[in-house]
């Protein structure tokens, strides 16, 4: 084979070749959802730091906290916090040899949005009523 020649070999399949699927959006969401865990968990620690060590800083972060922006930021953290457990607990039940089948790994992944939404409003509709009275 010459030096400048390209070796026979097949190529990796390009994305005009690949579908879009609900299993592959449930991965995708899955790797992205425990990137946002990570950081939302990092300001959560932050957050009881500052109640420990800073209580006029812990009011600041309450305060935002409170805002509708901080609001939108506890409802994604809780969300990606739903559809991390759930799917996890679909990997620990693909583990088992089970729900392998290609039409039920598709229901299962739409199931596992609709779930983790209903989750996550369920946990934030609990924590705006379960306050002090």
Sequence with gaps: MAKDATPARPL???LQIWRFTAPMAASITHRGTGVVLYGGTVLLVC???ALELHPPGFERIAAFANSAVGLIIIAGYVWALSFHLLNGLRHLYWDSGRGLAMRTVRI????IYAAATAL???VM????FSGPA
């Design 12 to 14: 990796s399949p390009h």
């Design 47 to 49: 957050w009881l730091v």
């Design 108 to 111: 299962m992944s739409w199931a």
């Design 120 to 122: 996550a409003a369920i």
């Design 125 to 128: 509709w609990a924590g705006f």
